[in-house]
C-alpha cells in the first residue's frame, strides 16, 4: 500500500490545490462509516469537503454505466479493473479489505477460535442467512464461498435463508447466525459482530480508490485517496471493520 500511494503522492505533489474544493466521492457501501469519520478528518485538515454517494454494487455500477460524473470511485478490485479505460492512468490503487463476519443477538456468544469449532457452530444452529445478491452484493457470495471453504455448504443449505432483511431477523430472534461482510455487522439494533471467521478459510473483497478520466483537476480526490491509505489512519479502518491493504 505504501508503495501505490506514494506514486498517488507524487502526483499530487507538482500541483497544489489554490482553493478548497467539493470532492464527490461515489463508494460501496461496505466503507460507509470509516470513509466518513476519515473524510471529516481530511476535511478539518485541508479545506476540501467531501460528498459521497455509497450503494451496493449494482446501483453504483449503474451510476458509472449511465455517465455520473465523480472525483473519485471506491468499489471492488475486479469491478475497477474492468472498468480500466474509466480511470486516469496511475491513479488505481487498492485501499482496503473486508472478510465475512458472523452476526448474532446481543448476548450470545460463540467459539470461532479454530476452524473446526466454528465448523461445528455452523452445522449446530438451527438458521442461517446471508445477503440477498439480486442487488449486486458481493458479501453473499462470499459467505457462501466461506461454507464452502468449511466443507459444509450441502450441509447446511437447507437452513441457509438469504434475505435483504436479515439482520432485522436476526434481531427478532428469527435467524440464529448471519454471514457478511465484517464492516457491515451490526446493521440492526439488537445485533453484535460475534467474530470474523478464521484466517484459514476466509474470503476477503478488496476495494481500490481510483480518479475517473472525466475529473479535470484530480489533485483535491488524489489527496483525499492519499489520505485514506496513511498508516495513521489503520486504527479508524480497522475499528470499522476493514483491513489496510499493504505489508
Known amino acids: 500500500m505504501r508503495i501505490r500511494f506514494a506514486a498517488l503522492m507524487l502526483l499530487t505533489l507538482c500541483t497544489a490545490p489554490a482553493a478548497a474544493a467539493e ?87 460463540l467459539d470461532l477460535s479454530s476452524v473446526e469449532s466454528t465448523r461445528k457452530t455452523l452445522l449446530d444452529a438451527r438458521s442461517l442467512t446471508l445477503s440477498d445478491a439480486s442487488t449486486g452484493g458481493l458479501s453473499g457470495p462470499n459467505a457462501r464461498k466461506v461454507l464452502g471453504n468449511l466443507g459444509i455448504a450441502d450441509a447446511v443449505k437447507d437452513k441457509l435463508k438469504p434475505a435483504p432483511n436479515g439482520q432485522d431477523l436476526i434481531s427478532q430472534g428469527e435467524i440464529d447466525i448471519g454471514l457478511y461482510n465484517v464492516s457491515e455487522i451490526p446493521r440492526a439494533k439488537g445485533v453484535v459482530l460475534a467474530g470474523a471467521v478464521p484466517a484459514a478459510v476466509q474470503v476477503y473483497i478488496v476495494y481500490d480508490a481510483a480518479v475517473p478520466t472525466g475529473n479535470a483537476t484530480p489533485e483535491p480526490a488524489l489527496a483525499l485517496a492519499r489520505y485514506l491509505g496513511r498508516d495513521e489512519t489503520r486504527a479508524i479502518w480497522i475499528k470499522g471493520g476493514l483491513e489496510p491493504v499493504g505489508p
Not at 55 to 65: E, H, I, M, T
Not at 74 to 100: C, F, H, K, N, Q
Request: aromatic fraction near 6%; proline fraction near 5%; avoid cysteine.
Open 23 to 109: 470532492i464527490k466521492v461515489l463508494a460501496y457501501n461496505a466503507i460507509n462509516i470509516p470513509a466518513r469519520e476519515l473524510a471529516a478528518a481530511f476535511s478539518k485538515e485541508t479545506g476540501h469537503q467531501v460528498t459521497f454517494t455509497f450503494g451496493s454494487p449494482g446501483p453504483v455500477n449503474d451510476r458509472l454505466k449511465a455517465g455520473e460524473t465523480f472525483d473519485l470511485v471506491v468499489m471492488a478490485t475486479e469491478a475497477a479493473r474492468a472498468r480500466e479505460t474509466l480511470w486516469r492512468p496511475g491513479t488505481r490503487a487498492s485501499l482496503v479489505r473486508v472478510g465475512i463476519g458472523l452476526a448474532v443477538r446481543e448476548g450470545t456468544k
